[in-house]
Protein backbone atom coordinates (compact mmCIF):
# COMPACT_ATOMS: atom_id res chain seq x y z
CA UNK A 1 0.00 0.00 0.00
CA UNK A 2 3.08 2.64 0.34
CA UNK A 3 4.20 1.67 -2.56
CA UNK A 4 1.39 2.53 -4.29
CA UNK A 5 0.98 6.03 -2.50
CA UNK A 6 4.60 6.58 -3.25
CA UNK A 7 4.21 5.95 -6.76
CA UNK A 8 0.92 8.84 -7.32
CA UNK A 9 2.88 11.10 -5.60
CA UNK A 10 5.23 10.32 -7.97
CA UNK A 11 2.95 10.45 -11.02
CA UNK A 12 1.38 14.30 -9.58
CA UNK A 13 4.90 15.51 -9.61
CA UNK A 14 6.24 14.53 -12.89
CA UNK A 15 2.14 15.33 -13.93
CA UNK A 16 2.93 18.99 -12.21
CA UNK A 17 6.16 18.77 -13.89
CA UNK A 18 4.82 18.56 -17.48
CA UNK A 19 1.93 21.15 -17.18
CA UNK A 20 4.32 23.67 -15.85
CA UNK A 21 7.27 23.23 -18.71
CA UNK A 22 3.93 22.75 -21.23
CA UNK A 23 2.85 26.37 -19.87
CA UNK A 24 6.03 27.92 -19.91
CA UNK A 25 6.89 26.75 -23.57
CA UNK A 26 3.35 27.97 -24.98
CA UNK A 27 3.84 31.94 -23.25
CA UNK A 28 7.19 32.05 -24.64
CA UNK A 29 5.55 30.78 -28.03
CA UNK A 30 2.81 33.03 -27.54
CA UNK A 31 4.61 35.92 -26.77
CA UNK A 32 7.06 35.57 -29.82
CA UNK A 33 3.99 35.66 -32.09
CA UNK A 34 2.42 38.68 -30.18
CA UNK A 35 6.17 40.65 -30.33
CA UNK A 36 5.92 39.22 -34.17
CA UNK A 37 2.17 40.99 -35.29
CA UNK A 38 2.71 44.16 -33.08
CA UNK A 39 6.58 45.31 -35.16
CA UNK A 40 4.94 44.04 -38.61
CA UNK A 41 2.13 46.12 -37.49
CA UNK A 42 4.02 48.89 -36.62
CA UNK A 43 6.69 49.00 -39.22
CA UNK A 44 3.73 48.67 -41.47
CA UNK A 45 2.26 51.40 -40.54
CA UNK A 46 5.61 53.82 -40.41
CA UNK A 47 6.96 53.07 -43.93
CA UNK A 48 3.23 53.98 -45.05
CA UNK A 49 3.47 57.32 -43.04
CA UNK A 50 7.13 57.81 -44.44
CA UNK A 51 5.98 57.12 -48.08
CA UNK A 52 3.26 59.91 -47.92
CA UNK A 53 5.68 62.02 -46.33
CA UNK A 54 8.18 61.70 -48.90
CA UNK A 55 5.25 62.04 -51.79
CA UNK A 56 4.14 65.22 -50.16
CA UNK A 57 7.47 66.49 -50.44
CA UNK A 58 8.10 65.92 -53.76
CA UNK A 59 5.60 67.49 -55.35
CA UNK A 60 6.03 70.75 -53.19
CA UNK A 61 9.19 71.06 -54.37
CA UNK A 62 7.84 70.18 -57.57
CA UNK A 63 5.66 72.71 -56.81
CA UNK A 64 7.88 75.28 -56.20
CA UNK A 65 10.74 74.78 -59.19
CA UNK A 66 7.70 75.44 -61.22
CA UNK A 67 7.02 78.58 -59.68
CA UNK A 68 10.36 79.75 -59.59
CA UNK A 69 10.69 78.91 -63.52
CA UNK A 70 7.70 80.90 -63.84
CA UNK A 71 8.68 83.92 -61.67
CA UNK A 72 12.26 84.23 -63.18
CA UNK A 73 10.47 83.94 -66.75
CA UNK A 74 8.60 87.34 -65.50
CA UNK A 75 11.41 88.76 -64.67
CA UNK A 76 13.21 88.49 -67.79
CA UNK A 77 10.43 89.60 -69.67
CA UNK A 78 9.97 92.77 -67.53
CA UNK A 79 13.40 93.55 -68.12
CA UNK A 80 13.25 92.98 -71.76
CA UNK A 81 10.34 95.16 -71.52
CA UNK A 82 11.89 97.64 -69.59
CA UNK A 83 14.82 98.19 -71.78
CA UNK A 84 12.84 98.16 -74.98
CA UNK A 85 10.80 101.20 -73.22
CA UNK A 86 13.75 103.06 -72.30
CA UNK A 87 15.52 102.61 -76.03
CA UNK A 88 12.37 104.06 -77.26
CA UNK A 89 12.39 107.00 -74.41
CA UNK A 90 15.62 107.72 -75.35
CA UNK A 91 14.58 108.08 -79.47
CA UNK A 92 11.64 110.13 -78.77
CA UNK A 93 13.91 112.84 -76.14
CA UNK A 94 16.39 112.92 -79.25
CA UNK A 95 13.63 113.61 -81.69
CA UNK A 96 12.24 116.02 -79.30
CA UNK A 97 15.28 118.21 -79.12
CA UNK A 98 15.61 118.15 -83.04
CA UNK A 99 11.74 119.74 -83.72
CA UNK A 100 13.13 121.77 -80.69
CA UNK A 101 16.20 123.20 -82.58
CA UNK A 102 14.37 123.76 -85.67
CA UNK A 103 11.67 125.85 -84.22
CA UNK A 104 14.21 127.89 -82.51
CA UNK A 105 15.93 128.66 -85.93
CA UNK A 106 12.83 129.16 -87.54
CA UNK A 107 11.52 131.60 -85.16
CA UNK A 108 15.27 133.27 -85.06
CA UNK A 109 15.68 133.64 -89.07
CA UNK A 110 11.88 134.58 -90.40
CA UNK A 111 11.29 133.78 -94.46
CA UNK A 112 12.77 136.89 -95.90
CA UNK A 113 10.28 139.11 -97.87
CA UNK A 114 11.14 140.77 -100.95
CA UNK A 115 12.74 144.35 -99.91
CA UNK A 116 10.92 147.65 -100.82
CA UNK A 117 13.82 148.85 -103.24
CA UNK A 118 13.67 145.49 -105.53
CA UNK A 119 10.24 145.94 -106.22
CA UNK A 120 10.67 149.61 -107.53
CA UNK A 121 13.07 148.81 -109.72
CA UNK A 122 10.69 146.23 -111.58
CA UNK A 123 8.31 147.67 -113.62
CA UNK A 124 5.48 145.22 -113.39
CA UNK A 125 3.80 145.54 -110.12
CA UNK A 126 1.40 142.44 -110.63
CA UNK A 127 4.20 140.54 -110.87
CA UNK A 128 5.88 141.59 -107.76
CA UNK A 129 2.40 141.42 -105.86
CA UNK A 130 2.10 137.58 -107.32
CA UNK A 131 5.86 137.29 -105.50
CA UNK A 132 4.69 138.35 -102.38
CA UNK A 133 1.89 136.44 -102.01
CA UNK A 134 3.66 133.39 -102.97
CA UNK A 135 5.94 134.01 -100.44
CA UNK A 136 3.62 134.31 -97.56
CA UNK A 137 1.88 131.40 -98.61
CA UNK A 138 5.01 129.55 -98.79
CA UNK A 139 5.89 131.01 -95.11
CA UNK A 140 2.47 130.22 -94.14
CA UNK A 141 3.02 126.26 -95.06
CA UNK A 142 5.87 126.11 -93.24
CA UNK A 143 4.34 127.65 -90.18
CA UNK A 144 1.32 125.21 -90.30
CA UNK A 145 3.98 122.61 -90.53
CA UNK A 146 5.82 123.74 -87.74
CA UNK A 147 2.42 123.35 -86.03
CA UNK A 148 2.03 120.01 -86.97
CA UNK A 149 5.27 119.30 -85.50
CA UNK A 150 4.86 121.07 -82.15
CA UNK A 151 1.42 118.58 -81.88
CA UNK A 152 3.68 115.74 -82.92
CA UNK A 153 6.11 116.50 -80.25
CA UNK A 154 4.01 117.35 -77.76
CA UNK A 155 2.14 113.73 -78.35
CA UNK A 156 5.68 112.50 -77.82
CA UNK A 157 6.11 114.06 -74.99
CA UNK A 158 2.90 112.56 -73.70
CA UNK A 159 4.28 109.21 -74.73
CA UNK A 160 7.28 109.72 -73.21
CA UNK A 161 5.93 110.37 -69.93
CA UNK A 162 3.69 107.13 -69.76
CA UNK A 163 6.78 104.92 -70.62
CA UNK A 164 8.38 107.11 -67.74
CA UNK A 165 5.26 106.05 -65.67
CA UNK A 166 5.15 102.21 -67.40
CA UNK A 167 8.80 101.79 -66.37
CA UNK A 168 8.23 102.99 -62.76
CA UNK A 169 5.51 100.56 -62.47
CA UNK A 170 7.08 97.46 -64.29
CA UNK A 171 10.49 98.77 -61.83
CA UNK A 172 8.01 98.56 -59.30
CA UNK A 173 7.03 95.01 -60.09
CA UNK A 174 10.14 93.59 -60.69
CA UNK A 175 11.26 94.31 -57.41
CA UNK A 176 8.29 92.29 -55.91
CA UNK A 177 8.98 89.38 -58.27
CA UNK A 178 11.95 89.64 -57.02
CA UNK A 179 11.22 89.74 -53.29
CA UNK A 180 8.96 87.03 -54.14
CA UNK A 181 11.26 85.09 -55.51
CA UNK A 182 13.38 85.33 -52.83
CA UNK A 183 11.44 84.49 -50.64
CA UNK A 184 10.20 81.31 -52.41
CA UNK A 185 14.08 80.21 -52.59
CA UNK A 186 14.14 80.71 -48.69
CA UNK A 187 10.79 78.06 -48.65
CA UNK A 188 12.74 75.66 -51.15
CA UNK A 189 15.95 75.97 -49.23
CA UNK A 190 13.99 75.04 -45.53
CA UNK A 191 11.88 72.18 -47.77
CA UNK A 192 15.06 70.57 -49.00
CA UNK A 193 16.88 71.60 -45.07
CA UNK A 194 13.16 68.82 -43.88
CA UNK A 195 13.36 66.45 -46.06
CA UNK A 196 17.31 65.75 -45.10
CA UNK A 197 16.30 66.04 -41.64
CA UNK A 198 13.28 62.88 -42.41
CA UNK A 199 15.84 61.19 -44.37
CA UNK A 200 18.24 60.82 -41.38
CA UNK A 201 14.98 60.18 -38.94
CA UNK A 202 14.52 57.28 -41.51
CA UNK A 203 17.78 56.02 -41.27
CA UNK A 204 17.64 56.13 -37.11
CA UNK A 205 14.52 54.40 -37.32
CA UNK A 206 15.77 51.46 -40.07
CA UNK A 207 18.97 50.76 -37.71
CA UNK A 208 16.60 50.57 -34.47
CA UNK A 209 14.59 47.90 -36.20
CA UNK A 210 17.46 46.09 -37.19
CA UNK A 211 18.35 46.04 -33.90
CA UNK A 212 15.49 45.00 -32.38
CA UNK A 213 15.28 42.20 -34.67
CA UNK A 214 18.85 40.90 -33.81
CA UNK A 215 17.87 41.01 -30.30
CA UNK A 216 14.50 38.92 -31.71
CA UNK A 217 16.76 36.58 -33.54
CA UNK A 218 18.83 35.82 -30.16
CA UNK A 219 15.52 35.61 -28.24
CA UNK A 220 14.09 32.91 -30.79
CA UNK A 221 17.95 31.43 -30.65
CA UNK A 222 17.46 30.89 -26.83
CA UNK A 223 13.88 29.37 -27.33
CA UNK A 224 15.27 27.23 -29.16
CA UNK A 225 17.84 26.22 -26.37
CA UNK A 226 14.78 25.03 -24.52
CA UNK A 227 14.93 20.69 -24.52
CA UNK A 228 15.21 19.26 -21.57
CA UNK A 229 13.73 19.67 -17.40
CA UNK A 230 17.12 19.87 -16.40
CA UNK A 231 18.04 23.22 -18.26
CA UNK A 232 14.80 25.00 -17.40
CA UNK A 233 15.90 27.55 -14.66
CA UNK A 234 19.24 28.18 -16.50
CA UNK A 235 17.67 28.93 -19.25
CA UNK A 236 14.48 30.63 -18.06
CA UNK A 237 17.58 33.27 -16.68
CA UNK A 238 18.98 33.87 -19.68
CA UNK A 239 15.78 34.62 -21.08
CA UNK A 240 14.78 36.57 -18.58
CA UNK A 241 17.90 39.01 -19.05
CA UNK A 242 17.39 39.39 -22.95
CA UNK A 243 13.90 39.98 -21.96
CA UNK A 244 15.04 42.96 -19.59
CA UNK A 245 17.61 43.99 -22.38
CA UNK A 246 14.84 44.01 -24.76
CA UNK A 247 12.52 46.03 -22.54
CA UNK A 248 15.53 48.13 -21.80
CA UNK A 249 16.13 48.79 -25.95
CA UNK A 250 12.37 48.76 -26.90
CA UNK A 251 12.19 51.52 -24.27
CA UNK A 252 14.85 53.58 -25.67
CA UNK A 253 13.80 53.37 -29.15
CA UNK A 254 10.59 54.17 -28.09
CA UNK A 255 11.87 57.27 -26.36
CA UNK A 256 13.73 57.91 -29.72
CA UNK A 257 10.92 57.57 -31.82
CA UNK A 258 8.31 59.86 -29.36
CA UNK A 259 11.51 62.42 -29.79
CA UNK A 260 11.92 61.78 -33.51
CA UNK A 261 7.92 62.06 -34.15
CA UNK A 262 7.97 65.17 -31.85
CA UNK A 263 10.33 66.40 -33.80
CA UNK A 264 8.78 65.73 -37.57
CA UNK A 265 5.51 67.51 -36.15
CA UNK A 266 7.29 70.53 -35.52
CA UNK A 267 8.71 70.28 -38.70
CA UNK A 268 5.58 69.78 -40.33
CA UNK A 269 4.04 72.91 -38.32
CA UNK A 270 6.72 74.86 -39.70
CA UNK A 271 6.08 73.99 -42.46
CA UNK A 272 2.58 74.81 -43.00
CA UNK A 273 3.01 77.86 -41.30
CA UNK A 274 5.08 78.79 -44.36
CA UNK A 275 3.17 77.87 -47.22
CA UNK A 276 -0.25 78.57 -45.58
CA UNK A 277 -1.74 75.48 -47.97
CA UNK A 278 -1.25 72.47 -45.89
CA UNK A 279 -4.05 71.90 -43.97
CA UNK A 280 -3.74 68.64 -42.62
CA UNK A 281 -2.03 69.19 -39.62
CA UNK A 282 -5.58 68.28 -37.33
CA UNK A 283 -5.32 64.58 -39.39
CA UNK A 284 -1.36 64.39 -38.55
CA UNK A 285 -2.01 65.13 -34.74
CA UNK A 286 -4.70 62.54 -34.13
CA UNK A 287 -2.47 60.11 -36.18
CA UNK A 288 0.05 60.87 -33.67
CA UNK A 289 -2.11 60.61 -30.44
CA UNK A 290 -3.36 57.19 -31.73
CA UNK A 291 0.29 56.07 -31.65
CA UNK A 292 0.87 57.71 -28.28
CA UNK A 293 -1.73 55.33 -27.11
CA UNK A 294 -1.10 52.29 -29.07
CA UNK A 295 2.85 52.09 -27.58
CA UNK A 296 1.11 52.74 -24.36
CA UNK A 297 -1.07 49.73 -24.68
CA UNK A 298 2.41 48.03 -25.79
CA UNK A 299 4.36 49.23 -22.77
CA UNK A 300 0.87 47.87 -20.46
CA UNK A 301 1.50 44.05 -22.59
CA UNK A 302 5.20 44.29 -22.13
CA UNK A 303 4.83 45.15 -18.05
CA UNK A 304 2.18 42.09 -17.94
CA UNK A 305 4.94 39.63 -19.66
CA UNK A 306 6.99 40.41 -16.88
CA UNK A 307 4.47 39.74 -14.35
CA UNK A 308 3.92 36.60 -16.07
CA UNK A 309 7.61 35.65 -15.67
CA UNK A 310 7.58 36.56 -12.06
CA UNK A 311 4.83 34.47 -12.03
CA UNK A 312 6.82 31.56 -14.13
CA UNK A 313 9.42 32.11 -11.48
CA UNK A 314 7.53 31.47 -8.45
CA UNK A 315 6.33 28.46 -10.24
CA UNK A 316 9.89 27.46 -10.40
CA UNK A 317 10.67 27.90 -6.78
CA UNK A 318 7.46 25.74 -6.19
CA UNK A 319 9.10 22.92 -8.35
CA UNK A 320 12.44 23.09 -6.40
CA UNK A 321 10.16 22.70 -3.36
CA UNK A 322 8.41 19.89 -4.86
CA UNK A 323 11.63 18.23 -5.95
CA UNK A 324 13.26 18.41 -2.20
CA UNK A 325 9.59 17.46 -0.92
CA UNK A 326 10.20 14.24 -3.46
CA UNK A 327 13.69 13.57 -2.49
CA UNK A 328 12.32 13.52 1.38
CA UNK A 329 10.19 11.25 0.71
CA UNK A 330 12.60 9.07 -1.63
CA UNK A 331 14.74 8.83 1.62
CA UNK A 332 11.59 7.91 4.01
CA UNK A 333 10.58 5.02 1.65
CA UNK A 334 14.34 3.42 1.60
CA UNK A 335 14.12 4.12 5.57
CA UNK A 336 11.04 2.11 4.99
CA UNK A 337 12.63 -0.43 2.87
CA UNK A 338 15.71 -1.39 4.78
CA UNK A 339 12.99 -1.45 8.02
CA UNK A 340 11.32 -4.24 6.01
CA UNK A 341 14.64 -6.24 4.86
CA UNK A 342 15.86 -6.35 8.54
CA UNK A 343 12.68 -7.40 9.84
Known sequence: MPTLSL??????????????????????????????DVTSDVTGK???????????????????????EQLRKRVTDAEDNTDIFSIEAEELRIVNKKLQAEIETLRKNPVPVAPAAVLAEKPDYMEQLRQAQHSLLEHNEKINQ???????????????????????????????????LSQKEKEVLNIRQKEHLTTEMNAMLDSAYSEFNVLQSKMQKLEQQVSGSRRISLEYEELKEAHQKLTRDFEEQRLKFTANTEENRQLMISLADAEEQLRDAEFERQQLQKRVMYLEELNN???????????????????????????????????????????
Open 7 to 36: SVIEIIILMLGAITLGITLHFFIVSRKSLK
Open 301 to 343: DMQSMVEANKKLEGQLKRIGELESMLNVISGERDQLMQRKTNL
Open 146 to 180: LLGQIDIVKETEERQQEIIKTNEELSAQIDELRFN
Open 46 to 68: LSKELETWKLKYFNDTESRDKEL
